[in-house]
Protein backbone atom coordinates (compact mmCIF):
# COMPACT_ATOMS: atom_id res chain seq x y z
CA UNK A 1 0.00 0.00 0.00
CA UNK A 2 1.11 3.18 -1.27
CA UNK A 3 2.53 5.27 2.01
CA UNK A 4 -0.25 8.77 2.91
CA UNK A 5 0.92 11.76 1.05
CA UNK A 6 2.24 14.42 3.99
CA UNK A 7 0.61 17.49 4.35
CA UNK A 8 3.13 20.26 4.25
CA UNK A 9 2.02 23.84 3.09
CA UNK A 10 3.81 26.47 1.84
CA UNK A 11 3.61 29.45 4.25
CA UNK A 12 2.32 27.56 6.93
CA UNK A 13 4.24 27.02 10.57
CA UNK A 14 4.28 23.08 10.88
CA UNK A 15 5.60 21.11 14.18
CA UNK A 16 8.15 18.25 13.09
CA UNK A 17 9.51 15.21 15.16
CA UNK A 18 12.07 12.85 13.53
CA UNK A 19 12.07 9.41 16.25
CA UNK A 20 14.88 7.49 16.79
CA UNK A 21 14.85 3.50 15.41
CA UNK A 22 12.93 1.68 18.24
CA UNK A 23 13.73 4.95 20.27
CA UNK A 24 17.00 4.00 20.73
CA UNK A 25 19.57 7.17 21.36
CA UNK A 26 20.26 8.85 18.03
CA UNK A 27 22.85 11.05 19.58
CA UNK A 28 25.69 10.00 21.92
CA UNK A 29 27.26 13.38 22.24
CA UNK A 30 27.75 16.63 22.45
CA UNK A 31 29.67 16.55 18.77
CA UNK A 32 26.91 14.18 17.51
CA UNK A 33 24.35 17.07 18.39
CA UNK A 34 26.45 19.82 17.21
CA UNK A 35 27.13 17.78 14.08
CA UNK A 36 23.20 17.61 13.39
CA UNK A 37 22.53 21.53 14.05
CA UNK A 38 25.39 22.49 11.42
CA UNK A 39 23.32 20.27 9.01
CA UNK A 40 20.16 21.42 9.61
CA UNK A 41 21.33 24.64 9.19
CA UNK A 42 23.16 24.01 5.79
CA UNK A 43 19.58 22.13 4.89
CA UNK A 44 17.13 24.61 6.42
CA UNK A 45 19.18 27.53 4.18
CA UNK A 46 19.44 25.30 0.81
CA UNK A 47 15.54 24.42 0.52
CA UNK A 48 14.12 27.24 1.84
CA UNK A 49 12.85 26.30 5.91
CA UNK A 50 12.65 29.06 8.53
CA UNK A 51 13.41 27.31 11.69
CA UNK A 52 11.88 28.91 14.65
CA UNK A 53 12.44 26.50 17.60
CA UNK A 54 14.15 23.59 18.40
CA UNK A 55 14.78 20.65 20.22
CA UNK A 56 17.49 17.94 20.30
CA UNK A 57 17.25 15.27 22.67
CA UNK A 58 18.67 11.77 23.10
CA UNK A 59 16.17 9.99 20.80
CA UNK A 60 14.32 12.49 19.16
CA UNK A 61 14.06 16.19 17.49
CA UNK A 62 11.22 18.33 17.91
CA UNK A 63 10.67 21.19 15.38
CA UNK A 64 9.01 24.04 14.55
CA UNK A 65 9.59 25.28 10.93
CA UNK A 66 7.97 27.33 7.97
CA UNK A 67 8.89 25.68 4.40
CA UNK A 68 9.08 28.07 1.89
CA UNK A 69 7.71 25.81 -0.54
CA UNK A 70 4.92 22.92 0.35
CA UNK A 71 8.44 20.30 -0.64
CA UNK A 72 10.60 22.50 1.21
CA UNK A 73 10.13 20.30 4.16
CA UNK A 74 10.69 17.01 2.76
CA UNK A 75 13.27 17.54 0.51
CA UNK A 76 15.90 19.22 3.77
CA UNK A 77 14.71 16.55 5.91
CA UNK A 78 15.58 13.79 3.54
CA UNK A 79 19.18 15.75 3.01
CA UNK A 80 19.71 15.64 6.45
CA UNK A 81 18.52 12.71 7.59
CA UNK A 82 21.31 11.19 4.82
CA UNK A 83 23.96 13.08 5.79
CA UNK A 84 23.37 12.90 9.22
CA UNK A 85 22.98 9.42 9.28
CA UNK A 86 26.37 8.42 7.30
CA UNK A 87 28.10 10.60 9.86
CA UNK A 88 26.80 9.07 12.30
CA UNK A 89 27.24 5.56 11.40
CA UNK A 90 30.64 6.50 10.18
CA UNK A 91 31.58 7.89 13.79
CA UNK A 92 30.34 5.42 15.58
CA UNK A 93 31.34 2.52 13.45
CA UNK A 94 27.83 1.09 13.08
CA UNK A 95 25.56 0.85 10.14
CA UNK A 96 21.97 0.41 9.24
CA UNK A 97 19.12 2.68 9.96
CA UNK A 98 18.84 5.52 12.26
CA UNK A 99 15.35 7.10 12.51
CA UNK A 100 12.16 5.23 13.21
CA UNK A 101 10.36 5.21 9.28
CA UNK A 102 9.53 9.28 7.81
CA UNK A 103 9.50 12.26 10.09
CA UNK A 104 6.21 13.41 11.61
CA UNK A 105 5.14 16.54 11.10
CA UNK A 106 1.45 18.76 11.08
CA UNK A 107 0.18 22.15 9.77
CA UNK A 108 -0.24 24.78 13.10
CA UNK A 109 -1.88 27.61 13.50
CA UNK A 110 0.88 30.44 13.75
CA UNK A 111 -1.48 33.20 15.18
CA UNK A 112 -3.47 31.33 17.83
CA UNK A 113 -1.28 28.52 18.59
CA UNK A 114 2.56 29.70 17.88
CA UNK A 115 3.99 30.51 20.47
CA UNK A 116 2.26 27.42 22.29
CA UNK A 117 4.03 24.97 20.04
CA UNK A 118 7.42 27.10 20.33
CA UNK A 119 7.39 26.26 24.32
CA UNK A 120 6.23 22.92 23.70
CA UNK A 121 9.33 22.34 21.88
CA UNK A 122 12.04 24.25 24.35
CA UNK A 123 10.27 22.21 26.93
CA UNK A 124 10.19 18.89 25.40
CA UNK A 125 13.71 18.24 27.37
CA UNK A 126 12.14 18.85 30.90
CA UNK A 127 9.18 16.94 29.42
CA UNK A 128 11.67 14.00 28.89
CA UNK A 129 13.05 14.53 32.25
CA UNK A 130 16.68 15.73 30.47
CA UNK A 131 16.91 18.99 32.56
CA UNK A 132 14.86 20.76 34.94
CA UNK A 133 13.96 24.05 33.25
CA UNK A 134 14.24 24.49 29.56
CA UNK A 135 17.31 26.63 29.65
CA UNK A 136 19.00 24.35 30.94
CA UNK A 137 19.44 22.01 28.20
CA UNK A 138 21.85 23.49 26.11
CA UNK A 139 20.85 21.91 22.52
CA UNK A 140 17.33 24.00 21.64
CA UNK A 141 16.63 27.75 21.14
CA UNK A 142 15.68 28.15 24.48
CA UNK A 143 18.39 30.61 25.11
CA UNK A 144 18.04 32.43 22.19
CA UNK A 145 14.52 33.42 22.99
CA UNK A 146 15.81 34.15 26.72
CA UNK A 147 18.24 36.49 25.13
CA UNK A 148 21.31 34.32 26.73
CA UNK A 149 22.74 33.55 22.85
CA UNK A 150 22.39 35.01 19.41
CA UNK A 151 21.45 31.89 17.64
CA UNK A 152 22.15 31.51 14.16
CA UNK A 153 19.59 28.81 13.09
CA UNK A 154 16.74 30.76 14.73
CA UNK A 155 14.55 32.42 12.39
CA UNK A 156 11.90 34.20 15.17
CA UNK A 157 8.32 33.50 14.46
CA UNK A 158 5.58 36.64 14.53
CA UNK A 159 3.97 34.99 17.45
CA UNK A 160 7.07 35.49 19.26
CA UNK A 161 7.35 39.13 18.54
CA UNK A 162 4.15 39.95 19.39
CA UNK A 163 5.18 39.03 23.91
CA UNK A 164 6.58 42.52 23.29
CA UNK A 165 7.56 45.97 21.87
CA UNK A 166 11.48 45.29 23.07
CA UNK A 167 13.97 42.58 23.32
CA UNK A 168 13.46 42.66 27.29
CA UNK A 169 10.11 42.44 26.86
CA UNK A 170 10.03 39.57 24.46
CA UNK A 171 12.57 37.80 26.57
CA UNK A 172 10.71 38.10 29.85
CA UNK A 173 7.46 36.73 28.69
CA UNK A 174 8.71 34.07 27.50
CA UNK A 175 10.68 33.28 30.54
CA UNK A 176 7.46 33.85 32.43
CA UNK A 177 5.43 31.58 29.98
CA UNK A 178 8.59 28.91 29.88
CA UNK A 179 8.32 28.63 33.91
CA UNK A 180 4.60 28.40 33.80
CA UNK A 181 4.65 25.61 31.34
CA UNK A 182 2.01 24.18 29.07
CA UNK A 183 -1.93 23.21 29.68
CA UNK A 184 -1.61 19.36 29.51
CA UNK A 185 -4.62 19.06 27.13
CA UNK A 186 -2.72 21.59 24.88
CA UNK A 187 0.38 19.92 24.18
CA UNK A 188 -1.55 16.80 23.92
CA UNK A 189 -3.55 17.97 21.22
CA UNK A 190 -0.50 18.98 19.22
CA UNK A 191 1.16 15.72 20.28
CA UNK A 192 -1.68 14.10 18.81
CA UNK A 193 -1.85 15.82 15.32
CA UNK A 194 1.93 15.73 14.82
CA UNK A 195 1.60 11.70 15.37
CA UNK A 196 -1.38 11.60 12.92
CA UNK A 197 -0.14 13.94 10.25
CA UNK A 198 -3.32 16.44 10.67
CA UNK A 199 -3.59 20.14 11.08
CA UNK A 200 -3.94 21.33 14.39
CA UNK A 201 -5.81 24.77 15.38
CA UNK A 202 -9.25 26.76 15.33
CA UNK A 203 -12.03 26.47 12.61
CA UNK A 204 -11.15 29.34 10.64
CA UNK A 205 -7.69 27.86 10.64
CA UNK A 206 -8.71 24.58 9.77
CA UNK A 207 -11.16 25.60 6.85
CA UNK A 208 -8.32 27.50 4.96
CA UNK A 209 -6.50 24.58 4.79
CA UNK A 210 -9.14 22.61 3.26
CA UNK A 211 -9.63 25.17 1.10
CA UNK A 212 -6.13 25.03 0.02
CA UNK A 213 -5.67 21.07 -0.68
CA UNK A 214 -9.49 20.22 -1.13
CA UNK A 215 -8.95 17.26 1.71
CA UNK A 216 -12.07 16.85 4.01
CA UNK A 217 -10.25 17.58 8.13
CA UNK A 218 -13.23 16.92 9.85
CA UNK A 219 -12.36 13.70 12.06
CA UNK A 220 -15.16 11.32 11.75
CA UNK A 221 -16.56 8.32 14.22
CA UNK A 222 -15.27 4.81 12.61
CA UNK A 223 -17.85 2.34 12.09
CA UNK A 224 -21.36 2.81 10.79
CA UNK A 225 -23.48 6.46 10.92
CA UNK A 226 -25.47 6.16 14.30
CA UNK A 227 -29.41 4.53 12.69
CA UNK A 228 -32.18 7.19 13.15
CA UNK A 229 -35.09 5.97 15.13
CA UNK A 230 -37.45 9.43 14.75
Given at each position: MARAARLA?????????????NRAPVF????????????????????????HAYAVLESEVHLLATPGQAD???RAMQSLGR??????????????????GR???APIDGDTLGHVATLQVELAPVTAGLAGAADDWPWSSAAHHLGQRRDPLVTEHASYWS?????????????????????PIAAARIERSVMQGR??????????IEQRT????????????TRRTD
Open positions: LAGELHYLLQIGHADTNDRETYLAMLRDAASQFRVAISLSRYVSAFNRRHGRSGALWQFRALGNTPFEREHAHAVRLRSGLSPVGPAPFLARGQTLEIRPRGRP
